[in-house]
T-cell receptor, first 113, second 112 residues
Framework: GDSVTQMEGPVTLSEEAFLTINCTYTATGYPSLFWYVQYPGEGLQLLLKATKADDKGSNKGFEATYRKETTSFHLEKGSVQVSDSAVYFCALSDRGGSYIPTFGRGTSLIVHP | DTAVSQTPKYLVTQMGNDKSIKCEQNLGHDTMYWYKQDSKKFLKIMFSYNNKELIINETVPNRFSPKSPDKAHLNLHINSLELGDSAVYFC???????????FGPGTRLTVL
């Protein structure tokens, strides 16, 4: 079946540091890939997405590129802020497969001033 | 306007009780979901409805029963609550299957 693997956290950074959160996936069909963010005490919200190979999703300074050859969708940001502290989830929905949304286990990001 | 709303936000109850959580979306979406998030933030899909039809029914005890009276509502009823049911339950909706999901604020269930 489909699966998503993302790096374990917590990831602890100083403000203005560079962020990478790795995400790799396995899927049988044509997955759409997503990054969701969950702030403390809230539900998940979409951060960015990509629906086909080589697409780049971007939002709020975050970027991720859909790499079919390496089955990856790594999240990056050039300069993190304290307000970026949250849990980040990589996810896929497989249009040609089961359609069941599959989430990674989440990566907690803590940014210190 | 809240896109996906859930009630109640907090639910504290005794083992063995029956409880319901309600979810409503005003986005006009066709697909709705229930997820369970444990204390380590692991998110597990439980059910999904598309146009009021159950399409995803993952390995969940049959004490959990979803009900979709119309496309805008998906409720979750839980019978004979157990300690292990304590978690945060999220409702979500999407325009169609495999599309971006919009999540509610969550219901924190505590079983004593």
């Amino acid at each position: 079946g489909d699966s998503v693997t993302q790096m374990e956290g917590p990831v602890t950074l100083s403000e203005e540091a560079f962020l990478t959160i790795n995400c790799t996936y396995t899927a049988t069909g044509y997955p759409s890939l997503f990054w969701y963010v969950q702030y403390p005490g809230e539900g998940l919200q979409l951060l960015l997405k990509a629906t086909k190979a080589d697409d780049k999703g971007s939002n709020k300074g975050f970027e991720a590129t859909y790499r079919k050859e390496t089955t990856s969708f790594h999240l990056e940001k050039g300069s993190v802020q304290v307000s970026d502290s949250a849990v980040y989830f990589c996810a896929l929905s497989d249009r040609g497969g089961s359609y069941i949304p599959t989430f990674g286990r989440g990566t907690s990001l803590i940014v210190h001033p | 306007d809240t896109a996906v709303s859930q009630t109640p936000k907090y639910l504290v109850t005794q083992m063995g009780n029956d409880k319901s959580i309600k979810c409503e979306q005003n986005l006009g979406h066709d697909t709705m979901y229930w997820y369970k998030q444990d204390s380590k933030k692991f998110l597990k899909i439980m059910f999904s409805y598309n146009n009021k039809e159950l399409i995803i029914n993952e390995t969940v005890p049959n004490r959990f029963s979803p009900k979709s009276p119309d496309k805008a509502h998906l409720n979750l009823h839980i019978n004979s609550l157990e300690l292990g049911d304590s978690a945060v339950y999220f409702c979500a909706s999407s325009r169609e299957l495999a599309d971006t999901q919009y999540f509610g604020p969550g219901t924190r269930l505590t079983v004593l």
